[in-house]
């Protein structure tokens, strides 16, 4: 259920205290923490460990719950248990009826569901933020536990959100054409993708800001929730020449080197005219 990426984070500081991770006997479970993991790596709700769950604007959050036992210690929860997640609405990839949060007073976010496209990711639910909210900048999210012994639990963790980190578009255009040229035609590399949506066509679509261009290209979802399909990756834990999956200072780069595109071509245009 947790990515062995994740556990051995939260195991290893603790461990050399208690060995009770990897330990063959089930460990008694005090308490349930969530657990949130993005590329730039794990981070747990300050319940029993002193790290806030933080993200920006365009995260996409991988959120999971984590047994811990009373020593503190993290272990995998055991199977059978069952998380309902509440805090922010549900977006269906591919439901015509679901709807992108709009970035208004309060964080917007919405968690991601569409079971087909999410294999092998480890986590319990996936979560898009949206924009940070201009008021306290804070959400939260409850996880209901069930599934087993005792009543149902209820955890809830509180999420820091800040704006989306401003884009370079000189690194930008790196990235892109890296990534993404090979189908969509990096403006000025003359290469024709497979695709018909060239760099040009992404940035005159004003539908994307730059967070839902984070989230969609990385759920395979377009502003109207639906699938982006074919040969388009998912790029949600696609690893990129780095070994690591795109950042989302990444895509706020890519974002700025798309805008500067935009601005050329309408330039050019205006040339022609
Ligand atoms: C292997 C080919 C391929 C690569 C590589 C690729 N894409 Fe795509 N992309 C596609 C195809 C095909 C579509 C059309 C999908 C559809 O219409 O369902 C698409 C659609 C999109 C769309 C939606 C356009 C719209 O307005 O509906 C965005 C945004 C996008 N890609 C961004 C990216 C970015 C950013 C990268 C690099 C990180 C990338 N793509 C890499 C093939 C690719």
């Known amino acids: 259920m947790l990515s062995s990426k994740m556990f051995s984070a939260i195991c290893l500081p603790v461990a050399l205290v208690v060995s009770a991770c990897g330990s063959s006997e089930a460990p008694r479970i005090a308490d349930y923490v969530i657990v949130s993991e993005t590329q730039t790596g794990p981070a747990v709700s300050a319940s029993l460990m002193e790290t806030a769950l933080v993200a920006t604007a365009g995260d996409v959050l991988y959120l999971s719950v984590l047994g811990m036992t009373a020593e503190g210690v993290g272990v995998p929860p055991p199977s059978g248990l069952k998380v309902n997640w509440s805090g922010a609405p549900l977006a269906v990839v591919g439901d015509p009826d679901a709807k992108i949060p709009s970035a208004g007073a309060d964080p917007a976010a919405m968690f991601v569901d569409n079971p087909a496209r999410f294999v092998d990711l480890g986590a319990d639910a996936v979560l898009g933020i949206v924009a940070p909210g201009t008021r306290d900048r804070e959400l939260?999210?409850?996880?209901?536990?069930?599934?087993?012994?005792?009543?149902?639990?209820?955890?809830?963790?509180?999420?820091?959100?800040?704006?989306?980190?401003?884009?370079?578009?000189?690194?930008?255009?790196?990235?892109?054409?890296?990534?993404?040229?090979?189908?969509?035609?990096?403006?000025?590399?003359?290469?024709?993708?497979?695709?018909?949506?060239?760099?040009?066509?992404?940035?005159?679509?004003?539908?994307?800001?730059?967070?839902?261009?984070?989230?969609?290209?990385?759920?395979?979802?377009?502003?109207?929730?639906?699938?982006?399909?074919?040969?388009?990756?998912?790029?949600?834990?696609?690893?990129?020449?780095?070994?690591?999956?795109?950042?989302?200072?990444?895509?706020?780069?890519?974002?700025?080197?798309?805008?500067?595109?935009?601005?050329?071509?309408?330039?050019?245009?205006?040339?022609?005219?």
Not at 205 to 225: H, Y
Not at 231 to 236: F, G, S
Not at 244 to 271: G, H, I, K, W
């Open 140 to 273: 939260r999210l409850t996880a209901t536990i069930s599934g087993v012994e005792g009543d149902p639990q209820e955890i809830s963790g509180v999420l820091d959100v800040s704006g989306m980190p401003s884009g370079n578009a000189e690194t930008g255009r790196d990235v892109f054409s890296k990534n993404c040229g090979s189908c969509h035609a990096s403006t000025g590399s003359g290469t024709a993708g497979a695709s018909s949506v060239d760099a040009e066509a992404l940035a005159a679509d004003r539908r994307w800001s730059p967070a839902l261009f984070a989230i969609g290209v990385r759920v395979g979802m377009d502003p109207a929730c639906a699938p982006l399909e074919g040969a388009m990756p998912i790029w949600l834990n696609k690893t990129t020449a780095n070994g690591f999956p795109l950042s989302t200072q990444d895509f706020a780069d890519m974002y700025a080197f798309l805008e500067s595109t935009r601005a050329v071509v309408a330039e050019s245009n205006q040339r022609k005219r």
